[in-house]
Every structure is written in structure tokens, then in C-alpha cells.
């Protein structure tokens, strides 16, 4: 028997396939080899250099839309018009930085008949870096002491009680490992120009770096989990080569934040593990991460469970994966037409 | 000690650890004498069965061993 597909059309941001990427590509990947769906993709950009704006053979169309900074009142207005066109059936947002207006807007947008599936703004501001302490507390999870600078005197004094080298890290992205004060003024200064305040000073813990991929259901069950080991590391700190591994400690770290917090939509645990093998939790981040494809490519589709929760439709946990599966990032020339750039500049969508 | 049973080996030398995404890369003997350790035999047993096929005095097989076992236990590929 063959099963029809359901067409639906899926709003995504983070289509930006650089040296850092987003989540955008690898999501849409995921939705559109899924065999439950059959998706319209509308890429939602705000860069007109996005390289997933031009993938044409992934992306069907994209809208610009405004820049978190411009406040969550320009996002909705801008996402009537495109959904007036379009008439998507969920919006997946994809970036830290513009979770927070998502999350803020979750009702409006619901009440024009786009479904999304977030955290809530309590789950979301809880696992902030900068709240991370207080989280290993609340939960019995262990973190690495981590303490918020607003200003350079902030920082001096917060400095004395760590020893170094410290990790320097932005509120949304960006981190450094930081030798002496001197390089941890420098590093305040360029991340507080960037991502603004607070910066968060975290003690430095030596050891193998591996993360995993979740979905919680919202209601403190696991939908989908899978661990890696980054083996090829960027100077940004990017994967850009990772194995999955069956490492039972890290999927029940998992298990127990996602049952204790109740988490809602897809999350990143960036972990380390120490030579005496005891597991950090160094960031929770509150979407898909950018590795997603490995996830499916070993046999958890997670985007395509996430579609599905977001619909209201039943998803049955996903229990194994392929062990020993890798990704290997690479970068690729799209040749195109200035028409088209120029068409993306003057209409905004392309 | 014992191997750790959850470790994939190929003809070829190439041993994954699935737990913690290591991999290394083996030359003849080392396989040999893993191969030996995965199927449950002791160090003893592999001294033995080496001193037996090798013309190599005892001692340096025993220090040689003795560092071999040393880096696969830092590494995880066996067990107390």
C-alpha cells in the first residue's frame, strides 16, 4: 500500500549554510526526505547572502524578514503578509537570538493558524548560559561554575575567584578561551559589542567535547536522542565532522532534564567529558542544532517528529540509532545570477 | 581485566570505541594480541601464545605487553 503523502507548507529560518551554519538546511533536508510529508518549504531570511535563499532545489521560496533588534511587533507584521501569500501550516525557527520573540509572539501566531512547537519562555530562559548555575542547582545536573560580567568592573571582580585559562563567553554565540586578564578584557569587549550583555565567565574544563541532539514532547518524554563525538573541530568551535556513539550516561542526562523540565521542541546538550569521565553540561541550547542531518542520517528523523508534534499528530518515540554513523561537513560554490540577488534586495523575496 | 566487548574491530586494524568515538588504527601483532584479549584469553595466555610464534626473548615481550595493555586500558578498550 502506498501511503499518500500530507502536503503541508513549513516556514524555516536559518538558512544560513556558512562556516558557522544554522540549523535551516539540514532541517529541511530532514522534512523533505521525509516519507510522511510531501513540503512546501519557505525559507524566512535576514541576510540576503543566506546561501539557502539560492538552493532552489531545497528551498522554494524565501521573504526577508526583519532582524530580532527591530522588535517582536515588525516579526509578526512581516509574517501576515508572507502568510497571507503562502498560507504555511508551522513556522520552525531556528536561531538562539530570535527564539525570544517566537516564544513572545507563540499565541498571535497560533491565532492565524501557523503552529509552532516551542519551549516555553520559562524553559527558554532557565538554560540560559548565564543561568546556568542556578540550573545545575535546581536540576542536580553538574556544570561548570559560571558567573555573569555586566560591565568591565564586573568583570575584574569576577576574575579573582577563577583561575586560568577561562572560557569568555557570549549571551547568544561566540566563546574564548582566555589566558590572563588582559585577554579576557579583549574578549569581554568584542562579545558585549556583538551579542550584548551580560558576557558569562565559566571556569574552563579540559576534556573530549560531545553533544546531543533531543526532542521532548512537552509533557517529560524523549521523542527522539541521539549522542556525538565532534571530531573535527572549527576555529568557531563548529563540528565539522562528528560519530554517533552509544554512550548511555549522556542519553540518560537527557532523559532526566527532559522529563524534569518538561521540554518542549528540539534541544542541543553541549557536554564534556572529563579523563575521569565525569559528563559537564557546558550549554543547553533551545533548538535544533546544526549537525541535525547526522540525527537522521542514523536513523532518528528528528525534524520530521517535530513537524509532526507541531501538527497535533501521534509520534512514536524513536528508541535506537545507528551507532558508528559520521558526518562530514563540506563547503560548495553556488554559481548564480545577480538577477536573482538583485530581485531578493528590491522585493525582499525571492 | 577484561576486553570491552562493545568495541568494533576490522580486518584491517581499525578498532572504534562506540562509547566514546575514539578510533585507532592497529598493526599486525596489535591485532593479533587484541583479538587474542576479545576472545578471552589473559595476558598470560597471549604471552604464552606469542613467545610460541615470536623468536623474542622473554623479557622484552613482557615489557612490550605490559606497555601495550597499559595504553589500551588509558584508552578504554579494556576493563578492570
Known amino acids: ?350 | 581485566m577484561r576486553f570491552n566487548q562493545s568495541i568494533a574491530m576490522s580486518e584491517s586494524g581499525f578498532v572504534f570505541n562506540p562509547i566514546t568515538g575514539d578510533s585507532f588504527t592497529l598493526n599486525n601483532t596489535g591485532m593479533q594480541i587484541l583479538s587474542m584479549l576479545k576472545s578471552g584469553k589473559n595476558v598470560e595466555d597471549v604471552k604464552e601464545q606469542l613467545s610460541a610464534e615470536y623468536d623474542v626473548d622473554s623479557l622484552v615481550l613482557e615489557r612490550y605487553l605490559d606497555d601495550f595493555i597499559s595504553d589500551l586500558r588509558r584508552n578504554n578498550l579494556i576493563e578492570e
Request: hydrophobic residues 40%.
Open chain 1, 1 to 350: 500500500m502506498v501511503m499518500e503523502r500530507k502536503k503541508i507548507v513549513v516556514a524555516i529560518t536559518g538558512l544560513n549554510n556558512i562556516d558557522s551554519p544554522g540549523p535551516g538546511m539540514p532541517v529541511i533536508r530532514g522534512i523533505k526526505e521525509s516519507s510522511c510529508f510531501d513540503a512546501r518549504i519557505i525559507g524566512l531570511a535576514y541576510d540576503h547572502l543566506e546561501p539557502g535563499i539560492y538552493m532552489k532545489e531545497w528551498v522554494d521560496k524565501t521573504y526577508m524578514i526583519p532582524y530580532p533588534s527591530k522588535g517582536k511587533d515588525a516579526l509578526l507584521e512581516r509574517i501576515k503578509e508572507i502568510h497571507a501569500k503562502e498560507n504555511f501550516d508551522l513556522i520552525i525557527p531556528n536561531f538562539d537570538a530570535e527564539l525570544f520573540s517566537f516564544i513572545k509572539l507563540e499565541k498571535q501566531i497560533e491565532q492565524l493558524g501557523i503552529k509552532t512547537f516551542l519551549p516555553s519562555m520559562e524553559q527558554f530562559e532557565e538554560r540560559h548560559k548565564s543561568n546556568l548555575s542556578k540550573y545545575g542547582e535546581k536540576y542536580g545536573v553538574t556544570v561548570p561554575k559560571s558567573e555573569e560580567a555586566f560591565s568591565m568592573n564586573d568583570l575584574f571582580n569576577i576574575l579573582r575567584s577563577f583561575s586560568y585559562p577561562v572560557m569568555v563567553k557570549g549571551k547568544y554565540y561566540d566563546a574564548y578561551k582566555a589566558y590572563s586578564q588582559e585577554q579576557a578584557q579583549a574578549y569581554f569587549s568584542k562579545l558585549s559589542a556583538k551579542w550584548g550583555f551580560p558576557v558569562i565567565v565559566q571556569e574552563y574544563i579540559d576534556g573530549t567535547e560531545v553533544n546531543v541532539i533531543a526532542l521532548g514532547d512537552g509533557k517529560g518524554n524523549v521523542v527522539s536522542a541521539v549522542a556525538m563525538r565532534k571530531q573535527y573541530i572549527t576555529d568557531k568551535g563548529k563540528a565539522w565532522g562528528g560519530v554517533t556513539i552509544s554512550d548511555e550516561s549522556m542519553l540518560e542526562l537527557t532523559h532526566r532534564i527532559i522529563s524534569q523540565t518538561q521540554w518542549r521542541g528540539g534541544m542541543e546538550l553541549e557536554l564534556i567529558r572529563t579523563v575521569d569521565n565525569k559528563l559537564f553540561i557546558l550549554e543547553i541550547n533551545p533548538r535544533i542544532p546544526a549537525w541535525v542531518y547526522l540525527a537522521v542520517g542514523a536513523g532518528q528523523n528528528l525534524p520530521e517528529a517535530l513537524v509532526k508534534l507541531a501538527l497535533g499528530m501521534d509520534v512514536k518515540p524513536y528508541s535506537s540509532y545507528d551507532i558508528g554513523k559520521m558526518f562530514i561537513r563540506y563547503s560548495w560554490d553556488l554559481i548564480v545570477d545577480i538577477d536573482m540577488f538583485s530581485k531578493l534586495v528590491t522585493k525582499g523575496e525571492l
